[in-house]
Structure formats: C-alpha cells, structure tokens
C-alpha cells in the first residue's frame, strides 16, 4: 500500500481495514497501521474533533467526515444519503446511533437553536397580539403555525404535531 492520493471510490471497506480498526461500543477509529502516512501512530486515536463538532480524518491526501468512514467499515458501502446522529451528539460515531437518511429526514432531527429567545425550537412569541407561536417549516415551507395564550400549550401542541408529521422525536431537543 502506497500513501498516494485515493478517490473516494477508491477507499474501500478492505482498504479502510488496512488502516483502521472501528470499536462499535466506543464509536472510535483507531490507527493500526502506518503505511499510508509516516506521521501516523498506531493503537492511537485517529482524526481530530473539527469546530462543527463533528470528527474528522485525514487519510490518503483527502480529509472525510469520521462517521462516513465507520459507516463504510461497518456495512461496506458509503452511505447513499446523510449520516443521522440520532441522539443529536455530533461526535458519538456508535454505529447504533447512525443512521443513513435522506437530507430532509436527517432535517427532521435537528437540535434546537442555542440563540432562541424562548429555549424552545419553533415557538415565538409575537408582541403585536400577545400570543405565543407555535410553527413548524419543513422544506422551506411552514407547515404548521397556530397561536397560543400559553407557552406550556404552544410547545405542547407543536411537539405533538411535529410527531404526526413524522419529525424524529429528538427534534427541537437541546443539542447535547
């Protein structure tokens, strides 16, 4: 094996083995061998923890997205949409906790903004008629809105229409 640059086509569930040992339970990659780098240590972490919070790892001149990696170690196929962590943790890489998702599922398990006014995701309040708004946009488009006295009733309620209209029950939760 050569460390000359590889495409990601290349990068291969056998080839990725060569390199890396996966630890489901820890969700971590760990070098096992020096062959595609020098500057690589083996039986240490590989990657580093990026600012988005995700991990990330250099191999073969190219840097991917940690969880893209385990994803082709773990099932042997890159994944054919977006990596989901369901519990919103950006660096818990456990297999039992991705999924692979089309970008508007994976939309419908985002955390909840840490700037909200209210500490809740998708309620408002509007000052012009005193009420609190509860709304939901999926898409680029709102697909729910309705206004409340009450803000116990307002997240109440767009919590349990977020559920019918089939957002991950994690959704609007505080990102961890």
């Known amino acids: 094996m050569n460390s000359t640059k590889k495409t990601k086509e290349e990068l291969t569930q056998e080839l990725l083995l060569k390199v890396l040992k996966y630890d489901p339970l820890s969700g971590t990659l760990i070098w096992i061998s020096n062959l595609h780098s020098k500057r690589v240590v083996p039986n240490s972490r590989a990657g580093y923890l990026r600012k988005s919070g995700y991990r990330g790892i250099s191999l073969f001149g190219k840097t991917y997205a940690?969880?893209?990696l385990i994803w082709v170690i773990h099932?042997?196929?890159?994944?054919?949409g977006h990596i989901d962590h369901i519990n919103?943790?950006?660096d818990d890489n456990r297999i039992?906790?991705?999924r692979d998702v089309?970008?508007?599922?994976?939309a419908k398990n985002r955390s909840r903004n840490p700037n909200s006014k209210l500490g809740e995701h998708g309620i408002w309040f509007n000052q012009r008629t005193f009420k609190y708004v509860a709304e939901?946009?999926?898409?680029g488009k709102k697909v729910y809105q309705k206004s409340f006295?009450?803000?116990?009733?307002a997240i109440k309620e767009?919590?349990?229409k977020a559920i019918e209209l089939g957002f991950h029950e994690n959704h609007g939760s505080q990102s961890k």
């Not at 089309?102 to 994976?106: F, R, V």
């Not at 939901?136 to 898409?139: G, H, K, S």
């Open 66 to 68: 940690e969880h893209h």
């Open 75 to 80: 099932y042997g196929v890159w994944p054919s």
């Open 88 to 90: 919103q943790v950006r």
């Open 96 to 98: 039992v906790n991705l």
């Open 102 to 106: 089309t970008k508007a599922d994976n």
């Open 136 to 139: 939901i946009t999926f898409n």
């Open 149 to 153: 006295d009450d803000i116990d009733e």
């Open 158 to 160: 767009r919590k349990e």
